[in-house]
């Protein structure tokens, strides 16, 4: 790690090196052994660990022998003859008792001086973000991640103490995050947010400080299981919300339905609604803060996923595990189990991670299929198909975007999905779903992002602006915000 601290020359002439040794102990640290521009209460802190460490045995309070200022020391249980005697010696040989102080006082000070850089460079290490937008495009809410291993730097393995600050020194909210689930559940990334202007380099600063308190007002994204009623799943940030369905939902004698689709919750605010909604039990009215309007059924809703096999769809059913990975504020990530199902003779399981940050109209889908026998099969991500609805796809920046109305005369929402362009296949659908469809073969797992807008919310209002939406998002996608670290 480097330390940008000055230091006086060894031959500057108030130098200890030079013979000067009218000064007391405390002078000397001060004055003389110490780099220029630390702060008084640091010197202080470093000064008094230093001398703990130096002088185990009890310090007493400088005192005067003859004209001069020393640091004195009172060794209990030293033997009381040999003291006397020192003292004689001392007393009849000036040169000597001279010559040993200034060398002792050196040696303390190089110690010192150790032990003050040592807690100064450990306090202040930190690592200076840069991160650049490289289109001409403004972009808000833009998640930057930070690998434990870019993090080593800071010398602390606990990643929820991690801190950033943007160039003006204001905190900026950070998470740390668990991508890997490993048995520990230990974060492996931090993540924090920031609005970029077109072509806008940004800097942040990054240490390491006490654990992060949050506060419920801090949290724009939250995710849960929700036993109650009858094992959804639920999740949301600040402008969009979903569920999907558990296997308890197969069976119920209510309304069962056997589904793995991808539901929508228009939201008309800010703040987190899924576990007030869930309480209430009234979602399917519109009360102010927006509501369920959205019949996703037996299609693939908003985003989900099948095998495409001989011009048909073949999904999974119900869930039948999840397990939450990270859970806010700036990021919600889960995954969820599937059975096994036959496709056309094969059978196939399916693991989804789902994550949606902040700020994002889009949800990131990672689907990880287990074919049997490895045999390569096409993945189609689907978006339901409702009547009089407006769709445009762009194969070319990878992306299909539909307005469409809503149920009810609840007004307009826009739904898409964005793909990598060179992993696209073909377009499809049958009687439920638009399908976009992906080569055979796609590495795993297969990623891709799709999300709504309703336009009641009041951020995209128009066919037009959700197509824009869509398509920046896709550019950025193809040209991330740059990030590049380095210690301070």
């Not at 924090?192 to 072509?199: E, M």
Request: proline residues 4%.
């Amino acid at each position: 790690m480097r330390c940008r601290c000055s230091f006086r020359s060894a031959t500057d002439y108030r130098s200890p090196i030079n013979g000067l040794s009218e000064i007391n102990g405390f002078e000397l640290f001060y004055k003389h052994c110490i780099p220029t521009g630390f702060p008084a209460s640091l010197l202080q802190e470093a000064l008094s660990t230093a001398l703990a460490t130096l002088l185990p045995s009890h310090v007493e309070k400088p005192h005067k022998w003859g004209s001069k200022t020393h640091l004195a020391q009172s060794s209990p249980g030293v033997n009381a003859w040999a003291r006397e005697k020192a003292q004689r010696f001392f007393g009849a040989n000036d040169w000597v008792r001279e010559t040993i102080f200034q060398h002792l006082v050196r040696t303390c000070s190089l110690l010192l001086t150790s032990l003050v850089l040592s807690v100064w460079c450990s306090a202040q290490t930190q690592l200076t973000v840069k991160a650049i937008n490289k289109i001409p495009i403004a972009r808000s809410s833009q998640t930057i991640e930070l690998s434990a291993k870019v993090l080593a730097a800071l010398g602390e393995k606990d990643l929820n103490k991690v801190h950033v600050r943007d160039s003006s020194g204001k905190e900026v909210l950070a998470q740390a995050v668990d991508t890997d689930y490993d048995e520990l559940h230990k974060p492996d990334i931090v993540i924090f947010q920031a609005d970029f202007k077109p072509n806008e380099t940004r800097t942040f600063i990054v240490s390491a400080g006490k654990k992060h308190e949050y506060t419920k007002d801090d949290f724009k994204a939250y995710g849960r299981f929700v036993r109650e009623r009858f094992d959804d799943f639920a999740w949301e940030n600040d402008l969009i919300a979903h569920r999907t369905y558990g296997k308890a939902l197969i069976t119920w004698k209510g309304e069962p339905l056997t589904s793995s689709a991808i539901d929508i919750w228009s939201k008309r605010i800010s703040k987190l609604v899924i576990n007030d909604w869930y309480m209430v039990d009234n979602y399917h009215a519109d009360m102010g803060e927006g509501m369920d309007d959205y019949s996703a059924g037996a299609t693939r809703g908003c985003g989900g996923s099948g095998i495409w096999a001989s011009n048909q769809l073949y999904v999974p059913s119900n869930f039948v595990d999840s397990r939450v990975l990270t859970n806010g504020p700036i990021r919600v990530m889960f995954e969820l189990v599937y059975e096994p199902f036959d496709v056309n003779g094969t059978k196939v399981s399916e693991v989804l991670r789902i994550s949606l940050d902040a700020g994002s109209q889009l949800d990131h889908f990672q689907s990880f299929y287990n074919v049997q026998g490895n045999a390569p099969l096409s993945v189609a991500i689907g978006l339901k198909k409702v009547k009089d609805e407006q769709p445009e796809l762009n194969a070319t920046n990878g992306w299909l975007a539909i307005w469409e109305p809503m149920e009810k005369n609840q007004g307009m929402q826009g739904v898409a999905a964005v793909f990598d362009p060179q992993q696209f296949d073909k377009q499809a659908e049958d009687k439920q779903n638009n399908l976009i469809v992906l080569k055979a073969g796609t590495a795993k797992p297969v990623s891709y992002w799709a999300g709504f807008v309703w336009d009641r919310a009041g951020r995209i209002t128009s066919a037009d602006a959700w197509k824009k939406y869509v398509d920046e998002f896709a550019n950025g996608l193809r040209s991330p915000i740059e990030i590049s670290v380095t210690p301070q």
